[in-house]
């Protein structure tokens, strides 16, 4: 299985606690249809926008307590709103996420490192706060670590993907990044995996990494099996550097994709930050 989507994040997981599993379904379900309205089929950019505006007037109504007019979003949104008023969590959240999946319909390049982060700040980093108020461990610098590994996340999502993006004309790897190391979009359209690649993406791959182990100790927060949900998550998103690393960053050829062998070196590593604590 590889990182991508929303797969990285606990979809009612058997390792999530009965009562959490609900409004966990209902905020994976708001961000992956209206992800698949920026990114999936072949709609205009026209018509992904207003679908996204349309989930906009959604939130909003919800937010107000009022029916939801479109038809065919109101059991979706009924559904989210029962999980944000029984939980409390910020419909501002749910904004960042619509915001960042508008400007995947136009935006295709990234000029530098802080403003690909401000876009995993709206495009990754909701979901893990989301959790956090779910779970109700939003103390201390929780949150930070939550951004940490939810942006470590979509960074490696972008890494192992250059490939799938270049299709869609996106290129997620900073143009400062690529000028530093010789690199620009005709290598990428070649598929090009030469000495300057391999020394791009392992600098993006070291650069995840560091973001990720961050992150980790949060893990060890959270108590029961939420803990070792996001075990298993941070250990996941590590094998895949691994795999990136391993295939010579050639991920052109080689997208890294998780088998049986892989999962068990995740569950080993699970385990050993466990008896880490």
């Not at 990285?8 to 209902?26: D, G, I, T």
């Not at 107000?64 to 709103?81: K, N, W």
């Not at 530093?180 to 070649?190: E, H, K, M, S, T």
């Not at 941070?234 to 991920?251: M, N, Q, T």
Request: net charge negative.
């Amino acid at each position: 299985m590889p990182v991508d989507h929303y797969e990285n994040f606990p979809v009612a997981s058997f390792l999530l606690p009965a009562r959490l599993r609900e409004p966990v379904e209902a905020i994976y379900a708001f961000a992956r249809s209206a992800d698949d309205i920026a990114d999936e089929g072949d709609a205009t950019a026209v018509m992904r926008l207003a679908r996204l505006n349309d989930y906009r007037n959604a939130l909003n109504a919800m937010e107000r307590g009022e029916a939801i007019r479109d038809a065919t979003l109101a059991p979706m949104f009924e559904r989210l709103g029962r999980a944000v008023r029984e939980f409390g969590l910020p419909v501002q959240l749910l904004r960042d996420l619509l915001d960042a999946f508008s400007q995947d319909v136009g935006k295709t390049r990234y000029a530098d490192f802080p403003e690909l982060l401000d876009y995993c700040r709206r495009s990754a980093n909701p979901v893990g706060r989301l959790l956090l108020h779910l779970y109700d461990r939003t103390e201390g610098d929780n949150f930070h670590l939550s951004d940490c590994i939810c942006s470590s996340l979509q960074l490696i999502n972008f890494w192992q993907d250059v490939a799938v993006d270049w299709r869609k004309t996106r290129i997620y790897i900073p143009l400062d990044d690529l000028a530093r190391f010789g690199v620009d979009a005709g290598d990428i359209d070649a598929s090009r995996c030469d000495e300057r690649w391999r020394a791009l993406l392992a600098f993006e791959v070291k650069r995840a990494r560091e973001m990720m182990l961050e992150g980790a100790p949060l893990a060890l927060r959270l108590p029961g099996r939420v803990g070792w949900e996001l075990r298993l998550v941070v250990a996941g998103g590590l094998r895949i550097l691994d795999c990136i690393e391993s295939a010579g960053y050639d991920v052109f050829r080689h997208r890294p994709v998780l088998g049986k062998t892989d999962w068990v070196r995740i569950a080993w590593r699970a385990l050993f930050q466990e008896k880490k604590q």
